[in-house]
């Protein structure tokens, strides 16, 4: 694609947005509201979230169950079935048992949480690239939020899962907000909005 074609395909693409920004702007407060809702009733927000789950990966092992016996004499049949089977498990001890799923969820953020912030610590300072005290930050912070759910499990694993999930979808809601308003605001070539 040439360099004039392109910017006429993302003039195309510009005016099918701004005709509809009204939709995304509806879209990013429709969220927005969602994200609030969630961190305000974050313990509702993470036993929907772990019993969604819980569905999905029991859902899942049926199907790859199932599915796997469609070709018996494939080489990966034992493993498709046995992975199946792991779904299917804790799928249904999800489902079943929403606090103790949360409290383990829970545990395995604060471990990734710490691990990441160490890691990203290290690789800022051993390397010290351009920009790398934004990595030193966003480690130490990372590292300092996975000490505070850890320091805090398994009480706080029937909150900390809502309030994450309610703060990607209010964060997820603004983008979406305020790219309709900035399509809204895009002015054309000929001057006009």
């Known amino acids: 694609m040439n360099e004039q074609s392109r910017f006429a395909f993302q003039e195309d693409q510009v005016e099918e947005l701004q005709k509809h920004w009204i939709w995304f702007l509806i879209l990013g407060i429709s969220l927005m509201v969602l994200g609030l809702l969630a961190i ?3 313990a509702i927000a993470t036993f929907a979230v772990v019993k969604v789950t819980g569905l999905l990966l029991l859902l899942t092992g049926i199907v790859q169950v199932v599915t796997a016996f469609w070709a018996p ?3 990966g049949l034992l493993i498709q079935v046995l992975f199946g089977i ?6 249904a001890m999800l489902t079943r048992e929403p606090e103790r799923g949360a409290e383990l969820i829970t545990l395995m953020m604060a471990v990734f949480f710490v691990v990441g912030g ?3 610590i ?3 300072l051993d390397m010290q690239f351009r920009n790398w005290g934004w990595v030193l ?3 130490i912070v990372t590292l300092l939020l996975g000490m505070m759910v850890w320091s805090g499990w398994p009480e706080i694993s029937i909150v900390v899962i809502g309030i994450f ?4 979808i209010l ?3 603004w983008v979406w907000m305020m790219m309709a308003l900035g399509v809204r605001s895009l002015v054309d070539d000929s001057g006009k909005k």
């Open 40 to 42: 305000g009733h974050s």
């Open 86 to 91: 792991l779904y299917v498990v804790v799928g």
């Open 122 to 124: 290290v690789l800022a």
């Open 118 to 120: 160490i890691f990203r």
């Open 73 to 75: 004499k494939w080489s």
């Open 171 to 173: 964060v997820c809601g």
């Open 165 to 168: 999930v309610g703060i990607e």
């Open 137 to 139: 930050f966003n480690g």
